[in-house]
């Protein structure tokens, strides 16, 4: 027989797990409930968010805007809708806005790494390079194979002046990207701001020769091979088949006519800057390299009218003087050139190429009969050509 003892905690414990189901069967069916609603909430929400990316997508801002908040007040939990609703705001320029979404979708899911990245765009854009680059960091970390992630983060250590941590996180992610010509350009932006134009150019060139068809990179290197005086070495990229629809551009060929004023070829320079008469010229710089030009060409006549233009709009700067200076000297008036070269000194005193036309024709009008200047030489502002 059972002791006595025994048998009252057998009778309570048996009780117990037999009432068991009853006690927790309304709180498992409102978990089944809670459950299938979520289901329900996650589908119509995912619907919703299928929509806003497509008007996203096809730049439907307004109505993914819409769609994408349906979706996050249908199923507030999921961080990729957040991280959408953020890039339609970002690109509706509701940057505080888009910040706090991105925000929020890195706070919903620590481990994605997009809002992190966004998040550094932002902070980029405001000029908040260390946020930016904390950001950008951060989304390298969570997603290393995602080569733009780590180029915004060595884009930011070159733009805050971080040359030798740029350089290191460069050759920390060597072996992974080894082949991209990513990588090639920011070892030249490295270079570039270091003074390095040497080892710019040669990255450049490497970068090419894996991306043969890309306009930008051609580009670069017609400026990176200029500012390393490889002149010819510039006109030959610039006339690479890549650069074949942007070739008239203004700013480049402004480029091709200092690389060609710089090999002696004036002529070619003058031809190429004249074909830029029609376009907007408010800085001058078109009328500066003409100038130049014609003066090593004894193209008098137009380089007076270059000097006027640009004394009209910079009145400021010294070459304006200089040209016309140069313009009368070689017309026989001392008495203007002498008086534009003044003029030019005055605004320019450091200068060497200003003072030296000046005490020429100074030392002219002195020595020749009826005060009568020489003409100054054509070739006296070779070196200064921009």
Partial sequence: MMPRTLVLPALALAACVAALPACTGPVRSQQVR??????????????????????????QFEQALGNIDKAIARFPKESSYFLLRGRILHEMARVDQAREAFAKAAELDPKK??????????????????????????????DPTKLHYVAAEIEMLTIMGKHDDAEQRLASV???????PVIDRLHADVAKVKGDHVA??????????????SPDVIEELAYARYTKG?????????DDPALVKVRARPDLVRLRARDLLLLGRNAEARDALLALRGEGDGKGRNTL????????LNDWGRLRE?????????????????????????????????AMFEQA?????????????????????????NGVAGTASAGAVRSEAP
């Fill in 34 to 59: 809670n459950e299938a609603r979520d289901r329900y909430d996650r589908a119509s929400a995912q619907v919703a968010y299928d929509q806003a990316r497509q008007s996203f997508q096809s730049g």
């Fill in 113 to 142: 790494s997009e809002p992190h990245y966004f998040l550094g765009v932002i902070h980029q854009r405001w000029r908040e390079n260390d946020q930016a680059l904390a950001e950008y960091a951060t989304a390298a970390k969570l």
């Fill in 174 to 180: 060597k072996q992974r990207f080894e082949f991209s």
């Fill in 200 to 213: 710019c150019a040669a990255m450049l060139e490497r970068a090419a020769m894996r991306e043969t068809n």
């Fill in 230 to 238: 490889d002149w010819q070495g510039s006109l030959a990229a610039l």
């Fill in 289 to 296: 390299l003409l100038g130049h030009a014609a003066w090593r």
């Fill in 306 to 338: 270059c000097g006027e233009t640009l004394i009209r709009l910079h009145p400021e700067l010294a070459e304006g003087y200089m040209f016309i200076g140069a313009a009368a000297n070689a017309s026989g008036d001392g008495e203007q050139a002498i």
């Fill in 345 to 369: 000194v005055s605004r320019d005193p450091e200068r060497d190429i200003t003072r030296r036309l000046l005490q020429q024709v100074t030392a002219n009008a002195r020595r020749l009969p």
